[in-house]
């Protein structure tokens, strides 16, 4: 699953301008390029403002991650984007659904948007729910899992490779 993940976010270069609003007042912001924006000071500043939902949800399948049940990846910040340290996911599985048992060599941090799982790693399982936020360290076999009835979304962030 990790290899599949960073090899779709190096080929991500969406450059196609779309317009958001934004509670804030920024009315015109792009979603998918990098775009200047006056801050409050006057300074231009680099920024992305969007929301979640209208990013188009990616099966895991379909972008070779095997052996994971009901998991939808949101793609939501990543290096076409201009940020260049790390990306940032939403990953959505179903009732039911789980990311497939894996390990990578960087860390990965989570924070639990919504719904009910588990977490297995070498130490058990752990319950998650909305408001829990994870660690995972480097080459840290792990697995999520849906227990409730709902989707259960998690915020993942992921540091670009260094080619």
């Known amino acids: 699953m990790a290899k599949e993940i960073r090899d779709f976010i190096r080929q991500i270069s969406l450059t ?7 509670p804030y007042g920024l009315n015109e912001l792009s979603r998918m390029s990098r775009d200047k924006v006056k801050h409050g000071t006057g ?22 991650i095997t052996g994971a049940n009901d998991l939808l990846f949101r793609f939501l910040i990543h290096r076409g984007d201009g940020a260049p340290n790390f990306s940032m996911m939403l990953l959505e599985l179903a009732p039911g659904g789980n990311t497939p048992q894996h390990s990578h060599g960087w860390e990965e941090e989570i924070f639990v948007k919504s719904g009910k799982g588990e977490i297995e790693t070498a130490g058990g399982r752990n319950s998650l729910g909305p408001g829990d936020f994870l660690y995972i360290g480097p080459d840290e076999k792990h697995q999520f899992l849906n227990t409730g009835d709902e989707s259960l979304e998690m915020i993942c962030l992921v540091p670009h490779s260094s080619d």
């Open 43 to 64: 300074e231009e500043v680099l920024v992305k403002i969007a929301n979640c939902k209208d990013i188009e949800p990616l099966r895991a399948e379909d972008i070779g």
């Open 16 to 22: 196609d301008p779309l317009w958001v609003d934004s």
